[in-house]
């Protein structure tokens, strides 16, 4: 191993309950009358200016992208600067591959300032070699144009590579790149890691045995 990817949201951070809670508030400040549980799904796979898409065509029309935005983000801003924290053992995990002189980067959904933030705040910032945003490159972790981008830029090889994730789709999407894969697993993908047979773990104080 020489490279790895993380994904960022509940793979290196802990932070889904962020997104949920301020698409859960729009809902209410639109009186969307839909549980957010059952929306998870269809949202999980989605970039958040995605989600947004969809929320406008299906339910409300009359709001526009920037206002939802502008609605959402003031939350998550404020909780990626002071409050998520880092998945159990990521900080010590990253510090000891970058001593190692393992090229490392985040390939996530989220945006590159987002990503950036909490980072810095978690002290890995400094360790990755790129964040590679879906969102800025406008590509998709359902495609692998994305993995295929970042393994180019980072002059590395499938085989030489591991992706850390906690969505099915996307180890789907790196896994037919020919990338190992190990899943961060939570009670919404353990049924899916297990039915695809998946190498998972808890956190990353569990690595010993993979790596």
Not at 101 to 122: C, E, I, P, W, Y
Not at 143 to 163: C, G, H, M, R, S
Request: with cysteine; proline share 2%; net charge negative.
């Amino acid at each position: 191993m020489s490279t790895i990817l993380f994904d960022l949201d509940d793979t290196l951070i802990q932070s889904m309950y962020v997104w949920e809670d301020a698409i859960t508030a729009l809902f209410k400040e639109l009186h969307i009358d839909m549980d957010f549980e059952r929306a998870k799904q269809t949202f999980m796979a989605k970039r958040f200016s995605e989600v947004l898409v969809y929320i406008k065509k299906y339910f409300y029309p009359h709001a526009t992208i920037q206002q939802m935005n502008d609605f959402c983000m003031a939350f998550v801003i404020d909780q990626y600067q002071h409050h998520v924290p880092a998945t159990k053992g990521a900080v010590k995990f990253v510090h000891e591959q970058a001593k190692k002189g393992t090229t490392m980067a985040v390939v996530t959904s989220n945006d590159f300032h987002l990503t950036k933030t909490v980072l810095q705040r978690l002290d890995m910032y400094d360790s990755m070699k790129e964040i590679f945003s879906a969102e800025e490159l406008h590509m998709t972790k359902r495609e692998p144009e994305i993995y295929e981008y970042a393994l180019n830029k980072l002059n590395a090889q499938p085989k030489d590579t591991i992706v850390f994730e906690d969505s099915m789709y996307a180890i789907e999407t790196a896994r037919s790149l020919g990338i190992r894969c190990i899943g961060i697993e939570n009670d919404w993908n353990r049924r899916d890691f297990m039915k695809n047979h998946v190498e998972t773990i808890h956190d990353f104080t569990e690595l010993h045995s993979f790596l």
